[in-house]
């Protein structure tokens, strides 16, 4: 008080509001005993003090009124009443708009109740629905757990039967071995009959030459030992050369046998004017023929147990090759069923076997990884050559997206060509294969690749692509 007491004129008046009340009474007392002043005692009270010395004559008269004047009761009075009235319209105009409040509020919770109440309904039936769906899931649950014994046991089966055509195909391997072997030793055969051909193609030619050293019909038997030289030289060349020629060589001998016995009966005509070499001349031409049909004797023979080793041979190879197409009709086999089981991580690798056979009847064999490109067809052919250079194609992504594919980028591509496009694998996180499709149906009808389709024409029609992350 003493603060502000500083700061008023000498015409202030100070109201001092709750006088009747307990804590402010010392205070209004002091006042009251100190200034002039003025209370109104209903309600809570007020205090009008006059702190100033220049008051108005109202003010004065107001202050300097006794406290048992009547005429201050009566302002008492009035101001009393005046309060009560304007306490009650106050109070009657609040109670008013706190009953409208009330009113207001009733309705929205009544309206809030009927959302409740609807709300409560929908609730109840998604709940019932909830159930059935809940029972319709357990059941599935139910199916794809046997469903899962059921796959695991086939995954069991082909496991056993995946490991059954391994131990044929290392017993097929040792028998390729063996196969080996066998050819070997064929071929050091085969280099024994060449020896062996070659040496009595040496005896003939000594027979041939024997003949012509005939002093009867010199000029001649010297013109057809020549001839005959030739001849069994070209003949040695051909069998040398290919196996097969030793018939040719075969029938040209016989020609040259008819040869010398043209020449054997010219001597007989000239016998008569030789006839101290006749008997030498008849020897040695016995001889000759007797040489000459024990060495084609032996041609015959060795020509047989040629045809024969050539036709064992055959029949070995015929014999190999429907076992190794039966091996590889298995392993076929075994691999379409384990691309078709989608939820395999790693499917199955199986391996080709080749045999090439060469014109000598040499075999050799080499076992690889079935290359999925033999299997392609032209079009598929087409399609990995159209997109292996392809900016839209990230091998290294899609082995790392998809790492039941393989490991090579070789087999990446392969696989999305096959099986990944199909299956709405992407390519690379540029192109969201699945979300081509779901944009532009036509292109699934249409069965192309999708890739390949927003490459030729997807692209220059303004066609979208969306991002494999995205």
Request: glycine share 4%; proline share 2%; net charge positive.
């Amino acid at each position: 008080m003493d603060k502000w007491q500083k700061k008023l004129s000498q015409k202030s008046v100070v109201l001092v509001h709750g006088s009747q009340k307990k804590e402010l009474k010392p205070i209004c007392r002091k006042l009251k005993d100190t200034y002039p002043t003025f209370e109104f005692t209903h309600g809570n009270g007020l205090l009008l003090v006059c702190f100033g010395q220049e008051q108005t004559a109202r003010v004065q008269s107001l202050c300097n009124r006794g406290s048992n004047d009547s005429s201050n009761r009566v302002l008492h009075d009035v101001y009393r009443r005046l309060g009560s009235a304007c306490y009650e319209g106050w109070l009657s105009q609040t109670s008013k708009a706190r009953q409208k409040q009330l009113n207001d509020k009733i309705i929205q919770q009544q309206e809030k109740l009927l959302s409740v109440d609807s709300e409560k309904t929908a609730l109840l039936a998604q709940l019932k629905e909830a159930e059935k769906q809940r029972i319709h899931i357990e059941e599935n649950l139910s199916s794809l757990a046997d469903e899962k014994t059921s796959f695991e046991q086939q995954l069991s089966s082909v496991k056993n039967e995946a490991h059954r055509s391994q131990q044929k195909i290392e017993t097929l391997s040792s028998n390729i071995e063996q196969l080996k072997q066998q050819d070997s030793k064929n071929r050091a055969e085969k280099k024994a009959l060449e020896d062996s051909v070659s040496t009595r193609f040496d005896e003939l030619a000594e027979l041939t030459k024997l003949l012509h050293q005939s002093d009867q019909d010199k000029i001649a038997l010297e013109k057809d030992q020549q001839k005959l030289k030739a001849d069994l030289s070209q003949t040695l060349q051909s069998a040398k050369q290919d196996k097969a020629s030793l018939e040719s060589t075969y029938q040209e001998t016989k020609a040259e046998l008819s040869q010398a016995h043209k020449a054997i009966e010219q001597l007989k005509t000239n016998k008569n004017k030789k006839p101290e070499d006749s008997t030498k001349i008849d020897g040695e031409k016995d001889l000759v023929i007797t040489k000459l049909q024990e060495n084609n004797k032996l041609l015959e023979e060795d020509q047989a147990a040629a045809a024969r080793i050539i036709e064992d041979l055959k029949k070995e190879n015929q014999k190999l090759e429907r076992s190794l197409n039966e091996r590889f009709d298995e392993l076929a086999t075994l691999t379409k069923i384990l691309e078709e089981k989608s939820q395999i991580s790693t499917p199955l690798k199986s391996e080709d076997a080749s045999i090439k056979l060469n014109n000598k009847q040499s075999v050799s064999f080499s076992f690889n990884r079935l290359k999925p490109i033999s299997r392609l067809s032209k079009k598929q052919k087409k399609d990995y050559e159209f997109l292996k250079e392809s900016e839209y194609f990230s091998a290294k992504w899609y082995l790392s997206e998809y790492p039941e594919v393989g490991r090579s980028e070789k087999e990446a591509l392969m696989h999305f060509i096959l099986v990944g496009a199909g299956k709405g694998y992407s390519p690379s996180f540029r192109f969201n294969t699945k979300n081509y499709i779901e944009d532009y149906p036509d292109v699934k009808e249409s069965g192309i690749n999708p890739l390949i389709h927003y490459i030729k024409f997807g692209k220059s029609e303004g066609r979208s692509i969306s991002n494999a992350k995205n």
